[in-house]
């Protein structure tokens, strides 16, 4: 196997991802040397703890990792990579994992004309302290705690779960589809392409999550939800085992656009990508994850809706892009207010 000596910043990040991915901390060392140093701000115990060289590296991404037990909520809404010539770059990227206890983590890599990471700083709101477990110190339990133990409300069952799941698929499909209405409107389109968080790649709480968007307003409620049922749309959602996909199109857009074909056409851009139902105004499909082939949901999310943009294009259904990316129209869960 040849040793690892990567040539661009991006080379580098996506060696990172995949470590990050695996929880694999060798891996992830080798992007980091001696000189290297991680801050991490932790927003809930308001502390600052600093990580050097590859020791406190390997020290921190133990701790994290332990933390990270369960990756089924982690999502990436953010991932920014920049290159310098000659000189290195920097990554940015926003990232979450809330059943794990972490809310909000911010993080910025610096990188060296080598290519290591030389400064990475990390901003984090989370439920227990950001470091590992031999750094927190024990939190003694009184009898108040005791008490509070004995009086807490016994854990939800599955189908309350899933009950309260499927409302919260709905609430984000309603309030996005007010959100694409206005957008696509103000623009002129007639196709939109966009990710949701909630589904966390399940497919049919994904098509459930568009149906959502798609429903008509009513004009009675306090609260506008969907209204966004005549445009065309292909919306992602990133899970752990796969990123899921659904794409609409409206009936009278149908003679314009087979939504099988649209779906279809994306799908084969990776490997796995299978078509999971089909009929003229709802298409499903999926693209499994497999990391020895480095294929993460939340990596190829971005290129996979600017494909989907690309062929709209070719049917001139979508702006032609002027090559000034930032008029490309691709829209994430941050692009929307909350």
Known sequence: ?????????????????????????????????????????????????????????????????????????????????????????????????????????????????????????????????????????????????????????????????????????????GKRGVEIEGAADMGGLQFFCTSVDEPEGDIELLKTCVEAMNAKSDPTEEERKGGSGHIGKMVFSCGVEQLALVAYVPEEKQGELSCKEWLEKVLAVQPGGKLTSEDATYCAGAIPADADKGIFPLKIREGLILEANNFLRGKGLFPEDNGDDSDEMVFGDDDFPS
């Open 1 to 173: 196997m040849a040793a690892y000596s990567p040539s661009s910043v991006q080379e580098a990040w996506d060696n990172h991802f995949e470590a990050f991915g695996k929880q694999d901390v060798e891996k992830i060392l080798l992007d980091y040397d001696d000189s290297s140093v991680l801050r991490v701000y932790d927003h809930t115990s308001e502390t600052k703890t600093v990580y050097k060289g590859l020791d406190g590296i390997r020290e921190c991404f133990t701790g994290l990792f332990g933390d990270l037990s369960d990756l089924s909520t982690l999502a990436a809404p953010e991932i920014d990579v920049d290159e310098v010539s000659g000189k290195g770059g920097q990554v940015f990227l926003i990232w979450k994992c809330p059943g794990c206890g972490f809310k909000s983590v911010t993080d910025t890599f610096i990188f060296g004309s080598d290519f290591k990471i030389k400064f990475q700083n990390v901003v984090c709101t989370k439920e227990g302290k950001f470091a590992p477990p031999e750094r927190a110190a024990p939190k003694k339990e009184g009898k108040k705690d005791k008490g509070a133990k004995e009086q807490a409300k016994p854990a939800a069952s599955p189908e309350e779960e899933a009950k309260k799941k499927l409302k919260k698929v709905i609430k984000e499909g």
